[in-house]
């Protein structure tokens, strides 16, 4: 499984976008990158996925370049709500494969 | 949309009793997925199921056992109970056999062991 490596806190001010990068040097040829939001006491909920280029949903986007080995999370003007710990994970998803949550960014967003 | 549920949402035990968690995934789903997270600590990956089978083993103590259901639920039975086995138990599921789609948590149960 590729280790990742992220931020372990950002600040932010309602309305900025935030952007979160993620590392993963070690992305096998078949993995995909998914990002998942985590508030205080409830599951991981998941973001947004992807295997190349640039996903978009309606809640975020997600930058990957040609190599691969590092992924943006893009959260436009985030407010106060979006507070939360943001997982970034690489794997396949594939026949009950695991997910290997590694330290998370702490978004804190101010007014 | 259904999401996945777990039951019951909060447990007290006591040291050495057992417990049972119950997960019902996502309708359709055929995989489910259970993970520990303790205080302060990322989710762990514990066991996963793809249709009724285990498909992938994690940090599971011996003490602990789950299976999937033909109905595709699943329960995590825990014996012994332990001071340490206090935390969060999050049931993930899947639609594993369309190629990675993301797996979707339910909210929890926490345990306390007193």
């Known amino acids: 499984l590729a280790k990742t490596t992220q931020p372990i806190s950002m600040d932010s001010y309602e309305g900025q976008e935030v952007n979160i990068t993620c590392s993963h040097n070690n992305i096998a040829t078949n993995d995909y990158i998914t990002w998942y939001q985590q508030f205080p006491s409830q599951g991981p909920r998941f973001i947004i996925q992807g295997y190349k280029t640039k996903v978009t949903n309606e809640v975020a986007s997600l930058f990957i370049p040609a190599d691969r080995k590092s992924s943006t999370l893009s959260l436009p003007r985030v407010s106060l709500s979006d507070t939360a710990v943001y997982y970034c994970?690489?794997?396949?998803?594939?026949?009950?494969?695991?997910?290997?949550f590694g330290g998370g960014t702490r978004l804190m967003v101010k007014p | 949309a259904a999401g996945v549920i777990q039951s019951p949402r909060h447990l007290i035990k006591e040291k050495r009793e057992t417990a049972t968690l119950k997960c019902y995934p996502i309708p359709r789903h055929d995989t489910v997925y259970w993970y520990q997270q303790g205080p302060g600590q990322d989710p762990q990956f514990l066991i996963s199921?793809?249709?009724?089978?285990?498909?992938d083993k994690g940090s599971i103590p011996d003490r602990f056992s789950a299976q999937q259901f033909s109905d595709y639920h699943s329960e995590l039975n825990m014996s012994s109970l332990e001071l340490g086995d206090s935390a969060l138990y999050f049931c993930?599921?899947?639609?594993?056999?369309?190629?990675?789609?993301?797996?979707?948590f339910g909210d929890g149960t926490r345990l306390s062991i007193l």
């Open positions: 993930a599921s899947s639609l594993a056999s369309q190629g990675n789609q993301p797996q979707h």
């Open positions: 199921f793809y249709e009724k089978m285990q498909s």
């Open positions: 994970l690489v794997g396949l998803n594939n026949a009950g494969n695991m997910l290997t």
